[in-house]
């Protein structure tokens, strides 16, 4: 949970390098609030306050989400602009995915230091 927080901390900041854990917990996380909205959204008792609640949600950590996303692709040695392939139906995410998966690149990179190192 304390990488999803540091996630979160670094709210939209958008330079310097993520960890691939920080990453995909962050991912995870969102993944299951997510999922649990969704599901009560589709409860018969009260949808429309869990589906605004879902919305919301999304909306929250919609800036979170580029930034880690960008620190991420830094990371790996790559420009934030990578972020923008993702809009690219499959073939984007298929992208970003295989990218999110590569280790980070050793040592200092012109983003900042390694995470790794820290």
């Not at 800036?63 to 620190?71: D, F, K, N, T």
């Not at 972020?83 to 992208?95: H, R, S």
Request: glycine share 10%.
């Amino acid at each position: 949970m304390s990488w999803y927080m540091t996630a979160l901390k670094k709210y939209a900041v958008f330079s310097g390098r993520s960890r691939r854990r920080e990453f995909w917990w962050f991912v995870l996380v969102n993944a299951v609030i997510g999922a649990i909205l969704q599901c009560l959204g589709n409860d018969q008792n009260d949808p429309n306050f869990w589906n605004f609640l879902g919305w919301l949600y999304g909306l929250a950590v919609l800036i979170p989400s580029i930034a880690v996303q960008v620190r991420r692709l830094h990371d790996t040695g790559r420009t934030g602009w990578w972020w923008w392939i993702g809009l690219v139906p499959l073939v984007g995410w298929i992208v970003l995915l295989v990218f999110n998966l590569f280790d980070s690149e050793p040592g200092p990179n012109r983003y900042g230091p390694n995470p790794k190192g820290a």
